[in-house]
T-cell receptor, first 112, second 114 residues
Framework: DQQVKQNSPSLSVQEGRISILNCDYT??????FLWYKKYPAEGPTFLIS?????DKNEDGRFTVFLNKSAKHLSLHIVPSQPGDSAVYFC???????????FGPGTSLSVIP | KAGVTQTPRYLIKTRGQQVTLSCSPI?????VSWYQQTPGQGLQFLFE???????NKGNFPGRFSGRQFSNSRSEMNVSTLELGDSALYLC?????????????FGNGTRLTVT
């Protein structure tokens, strides 16, 4: 049972435009949500997080939106840059000491 | 501050053998988690150790085991290797203090089972 879903395996966006990556979850007990970025031959790197008490968190070009009623979150990247081309993983955890569950990832390609 | 270090980077083993992977967390981090990444499956959680105790466990068979030492370094062992165990194994550490602390990943060990 996949508790964290990323239904788009890949996404292509023109440089300078907005990239929107989506994530759905099934476990209503999740309290923390995170996004990670992964380049080939490297481990995932933490990008941005949001707790369930918020509906938006912003860090520079990256903004995460959380819709708890829909069990949906999204990552917006504005403006998109070629260096943003990577696999993006959505992840969630019930508590600060619980395991972190990852989605299958979305491969983003930003075209110059 | 040095990042998470995993050794070796690449490993080739034969079916039936066993393997041990090593992970050195970021200094001061007390929690170490292990994940398996295979194409199309994302990162599958194996287990997490905190202060030398297994605190969380995923849904992997008993052939997969781990341990953590007093200096927070961790090892993962897979016995009786199967072809399906070929994957990238990622280790991540976190400070696990009060409040949520994100995971910091190493670059992984690529295991190939032939």
């Amino acid at each position: 049972d996949q508790q964290v879903k990323q239904n788009s395996p890949s996404l292509s966006v023109q440089e300078g435009r907005i990239s929107i990556l989506n994530c759905d979850y099934t476990n209503s007990m999740f309290d923390y949500f995170l996004w990670y970025k992964k380049y080939p031959a490297e481990g995932p790197t933490f990008l941005i997080s949001i707790s369930s008490i918020k509906d938006k968190n912003e860090d520079g070009r990256f903004t995460v939106f959380l819709n708890k009623s829909a069990k949906h979150l999204s990552l917006h990247i504005v403006p998109s840059q070629p260096g943003d081309s990577a696999v993006y993983f959505c992840a969630a955890s019930e508590t600060s000491y619980d395991k972190v569950i990852f989605g299958p990832g979305t491969s983003l390609s930003v075209i110059p | 501050k040095a990042g998470v270090t995993q050794t070796p980077r690449y490993l080739i083993k034969t079916r039936g053998q066993q393997v041990t992977l090593s992970c050195s967390p970021i200094s001061g981090h007390r929690s170490v988690s292990w994940y398996q990444q295979t194409p199309g499956q994302g990162l599958q959680f194996l287990f997490e150790y905190f202060s030398e105790t297994q605190r969380n466990k995923g849904n992997f068979p008993g052939r997969f085991s781990g341990r953590q030492f007093s200096n927070s370094r961790s090892e993962m062992n897979v016995s009786t290797l199967e072809l399906g165990d070929s994957a990238l194994y990622l280790c991540a550490s976190s400070s696990a203090g009060t409040g949520f602390s994100p995971l910091h990943f190493g670059n992984g060990t690529r295991l190939t089972v032939t």
